[in-house]
């Protein structure tokens, strides 16, 4: 029989709920655990991290003194910037001293939040994130303590470790210092191209003034410097760094830095930016030279890194004025030489798209000279050269433009002189703003200009350009001074009581070769002209060879040798012998400006010096000058005798062969002495004004004739004339003041002892050789052991 199951028999067991909120509550409980243990993961990482790190950071306990490498600036005696040495142009500016509205363009566009964060800007580095994400414009989230941090002490490369000390070091950064501190250090640190370190430098190097004068536009573009100092540069990248100076100005506005009436005036503000090649600074490179020199020998090569200022006695408007009228007289007398052809010839493509490029490689080893400019001639025919520079702009030369490259545009021209396409000439402005052709000179000039009443350098130019030739013609070129020496001599036969009125034959001299030992000599005048009996004064005016063998043959040559060891000349290199009457010796124009400051100044001898005060980068006065006074201890010649010579050579630049100096600058109170050796070889002009004594010199470096019509006045005189016309602007006229024992009688001055022989004493007359008082002497005639030196320098 069936039976039915028992009701009594046990269910099965119930299975647990699987719904969806069972699985979500599952799912937040794991990723809990997950995170829970990522986190605690993460901060033994960061734990080990900071431990194994933090030891290892740096120590920034010398920035609390911040001293980056600060290079050696020279500057002006009136600050103005000179020049500087070392891998980094830097100025060390204490937060205190940079405007505002430099501070505050670069925290609107590096780090508006700087003074609000702890040094990691959490907010803004979200913000940068979600503008970036959304295509806005690209945002950084670096801190300026993060840019600090990595620009001090890391290296540039990117990779994790290096952002961990990044931000371990930034923190350590924001403890140890002050946010002041730290803005300061950022402020001078920073890279800003060109060499620049720093917004002093680069309102220096962009805008050619100092940062307290910037304004609210040249501040906004100097802060987008930082981000990339090549595509942002002002020089050469003009555009895209206004594009960048202009969304500054707005973020500067929205942070409320400025208002909106002075954002619209920063935004129409038109930038004056200094070309790389500016011509508005003032051209001292042989006088920076020279002070990097001197600073080496004291300080070695901390010279580069100190942050020494030295602060010469140059005066910039005399330097510049000095540098201008070298250069005019050099380029002037480039325009009477023969053109020597093109620099170099290449060859151009003819499509147009490679011609641009083609120009630059070419020029890139021929640079511009100041206002003497490179170009690369496109077309030339006898009426027209076409031409284009290194910057796109066109040249084109027509009419009297030509005429100092004829020889080049003549049909039958040489290879090598002919002006034709893919020819590298040298260009410049005329004063009509017209091109014209030119060439760099091969001829050498030197410029120096002193006080003579305390030997401070108030110019110096050694040579027509620093980059072409390094070699400084005031200090290291000797030269024979030619006339400009006469002087000295003259100085000596006042001593030996000759005056002003002595009459003195201008007449032929000759010596035989029983009298040298060797050929016959017969010195000349310039002109090759005799003019008989003259009075000394009419002599040194007219520069007259015969007088001034005469004197020197009354004085005595070896007399004559020590005198002139009174204004500074070595006398070995001025041997005894009648040469020196015509300035066959040796001089350097350095020297020859210290031996005219003698006569300028009364007869006091004054050592040229150049710096006045060398200071550290926080101002501390390290060495200074005392400045000379003078006194009788520094006397070399009696003052008589100083006022004597001055008046003799007031006389050369009113009647004689410098008449056009008082004639130009319209001042009787300007004195000096034209000078060309044998052949015209050397070309000198040496004066003075009491308050300023100057030296012009030009010549081959190799010596050879400058040209058979080419002298010191009418070369070097021009050159004093033009640096005058300026360095003398405003400055009174000085009378003559005659000292003790000096008498005016008859018009002209004597000592009061030979007051009584006016006009009596003469010498050389009728071939005979008469010291004062004594007449009829015989000749002394030339030592023979000097007849070699004679027929070097004296042939006909």
């Known amino acids: 029989m069936s039976s039915k199951p028992s009701s009594t028999a046990p269910k099965a067991a119930e299975k647990p ?4 909120l069972a699985w979500l509550l599952r799912l937040l409980t794991w990723c809990a655990g997950l995170a829970l243990a990522g986190a605690l993961a993460l901060a033994l990482v960061i734990g080990l991290a900071l431990a194994v790190a933090y030891p290892n950071l740096p120590d920034i306990s010398e920035l609390s003194d911040y001293r980056p490498k600060l290079p050696l600036r020279v500057f002006s005696a009136e600050g103005i910037l000179l020049g500087e040495f070392g891998e980094e142009r830097r100025s060390l500016t204490p937060i205190k001293q940079i405007p505002q509205v430099m501070k505050d363009a670069v925290l609107a566009i590096e780090d508006s939040r700087f003074y ?4 990691v800007d959490y907010k803004g580095m979200v913000r940068a994130a979600l503008a970036n ?3 806005m414009k690209s945002q950084g989230a670096s801190t300026i303590t993060m840019q600090v941090a990595r620009n001090v002490y890391l290296s540039a490369e990117k990779s994790y470790t290096r952002k961990i000390y990044e931000i371990l070091l930034t923190f350590k950064l924001e403890h140890a210092l002050s946010k002041d501190q730290i803005l300061e250090i950022y402020m001078n640190q920073i890279f800003l191209g060109n060499r620049a370190y720093g917004f002093a430098a680069a309102a220096e190097t962009y805008f050619g003034k100092p940062l307290k004068n910037i304004s609210i536009a040249e501040a906004a573009m100097l802060a987008g410097l930082p981000k990339a100092p090549s595509a942002y540069n002002p020089i050469t990248n003009p555009t895209r760094a206004r594009v960048r100076q202009l969304y500054i100005i707005t973020r500067m506005e929205e942070n409320g830095f400025i208002t909106e009436d002075q954002a ?4 129409k503000e038109e930038l004056k930016v200094r070309s790389g090649a500016s011509n508005s600074r003032v051209h001292a490179e042989y006088v920076t030279e020279t002070v990097r020199q001197l600073m080496f020998a004291q300080y070695g090569e901390e010279t580069y890194t100190r942050g020494l200022n030295v602060y010469t006695t140059l005066k910039a408007d005399d330097q510049d004025a000095a540098y201008k009228a070298l250069r005019k007289g050099l380029m002037d007398f480039e325009r009477r030489q023969i053109y020597r052809g093109p620099e170099k010839f290449v060859t151009l493509p003819k499509e147009a798209a490679e011609l641009d490029d083609a120009i630059d490689d070419a020029l890139v080893d021929h640079p511009d000279n100041g206002d003497v400019m490179s170009a690369v001639v496109l077309d030339a025919n006898p009426k027209k050269i076409t031409a284009v520079r290194g910057n796109g702009d066109p040249v084109e030369i027509i009419g009297d433009g030509l005429k100092p490259a004829q020889s080049g545009l003549a049909e039958k021209a040489p290879p090598n002189i002919k002006i034709r396409r893919g020819a590298i000439i040298r260009v410049t402005k005329t004063p009509k703003n017209t091109w014209e052709i030119t060439q760099l000179p091969e001829v050498e000039g030197a410029f120096v200009a002193l006080d003579p009443r305390d030997g401070a350098i108030k110019a110096l130019v050694g040579g027509f350009d620093f980059q072409k030739n390094k070699f400084n013609h005031v200090t290291q070129a000797w030269r024979q001074p030619g006339s400009s020496f006469k002087p000295f001599i003259y100085s000596a036969a006042l001593e030996h009581g000759f005056t002003p009125a002595t009459i003195v034959n201008d007449a032929p001299l000759f010596f035989d070769a029983g009298v040298t030992g060797g050929q016959p000599w017969e010195p000349k005048n310039y002109d090759g002209k005799f003019e008989g009996p003259m009075t000394m004064r009419t002599a040194l005016a007219k520069s007259k060879n015969m007088v001034s063998i005469r004197l020197l043959q009354a004085v005595g040559p070896q007399k004559a040798q020590e005198w002139i060891t009174h204004f500074g000349f070595e006398a070995e290199k001025h041997p005894a012998y009648l040469t020196m009457a015509l300035g066959a010796g040796s001089v350097t ?20 010096w150049l710096v006045s005060k060398v200071t550290d980068q926080k101002g501390r006065v390290l060495v200074e000058t005392k400045v000379p006074v003078l006194d009788e201890s520094m006397r070399t010649i009696s003052a008589r005798n100083a006022f004597m010579m001055t008046n003799l050579l007031g006389e050369v630049t009113l009647r004689g062969t410098a008449a056009s100096a008082q004639r130009i600058l319209k001042r009787p109170d300007v004195y000096g002495k034209t000078g060309t050796t044998n052949d015209s070889i050397d070309a000198w002009f040496a004066g003075y004004q009491p308050t300023l004594a100057a030296i012009t010199w030009i010549g081959y470096d190799t010596p050879r004739n400058l040209g058979a019509r080419e002298t010191g006045g009418g070369l070097s005189l021009p050159v004093w004339i033009n640096f005058m016309e300026t360095a003398l602007s405003g400055v009174p006229v000085v009378a003559q003041v005659a000292p003790e024992g000096v008498t005016n009688s008859g018009g ?3 000592y009061t002892e030979y007051a009584r022989n006016t006009g009596v004493t003469s010498l050389g007359l009728d071939d005979k050789l ?10 002394t005639p030339p030592a023979a052991e000097e007849r070699n030196r004679i027929m070097d320098l004296f042939k006909n």
């Open 17 to 20: 709920r699987t719904g969806p």
């Open 116 to 119: 609000q964060h702890g040094g």
């Open 133 to 135: 994400l959304g295509r």
């Open 264 to 267: 619209t005036a920063a935004r």
């Open 589 to 608: 124009p350095m020297q020859m400006a210290s031996a005219y400051s003698v006569f300028a100044n009364g007869g006091y001898r004054v050592n040229p």
């Open 748 to 750: 002209d001055w004597f």
């Open 770 to 779: 008469a010291t004062p008082g004594t007449e009829g002497a015989t000749p």
